[in-house]
């Protein structure tokens, strides 16, 4: 998508942080950091948000997942914990359209929904 940010990233369009990278997989800093760890890991294919997922999409998904946990590793909270959050439209405050986790770690995190 010509328009969106991630894919941009995905194409090196735009510098980033990158910390995990695949043939499907891209994971990178968050700008606005909201804990010590913060990442944010995107598929490279261009996915609007979750509710556009298909049977086809399951397996990059799941990709996902895996890519969480060895980062997790990777950058020292696998043992403390962390969160793994994805924002879907309006209501959540999703703001860039282009599906994505956040890996959020490294402090107590507190309640769920603030
Ligand atoms: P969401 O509200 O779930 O869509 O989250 C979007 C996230 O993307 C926010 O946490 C932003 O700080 C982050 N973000 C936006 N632009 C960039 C960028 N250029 N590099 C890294 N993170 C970004």
Redesign the pocket.
């Known amino acids: 998508m010509a328009d969106c940010?991630?894919c941009k990233?995905v194409n090196k369009e735009?510098n980033?942080?990158i910390v995990y990278e695949d043939d499907d997989i891209l994971a990178?800093?968050?700008?606005?950091?909201?804990a010590p760890v913060?990442v944010?890991i995107i598929p490279k294919k261009h996915i609007s948000d979750m509710t556009k997922i298909t049977e086809e999409d399951s397996k990059i998904i799941g990709k996902m997942h895996l890519a969480a946990v060895k980062i997790a590793k990777e950058l020292g909270i696998a043992e403390t914990g962390f969160r793994l959050?994805?924002?879907c439209l309006g209501d959540?405050?999703?703001?860039?359209?282009h599906i994505?986790y956040?890996l959020v770690g490294g402090r107590p995190l507190g309640d769920f929904v603030d």
């Open positions: 940010i991630f990233m735009i980033t942080n990178f800093r968050d700008i606005a950091p909201k913060h944010l959050v994805n924002n959540s405050g999703q703001e860039v359209m994505h956040h």
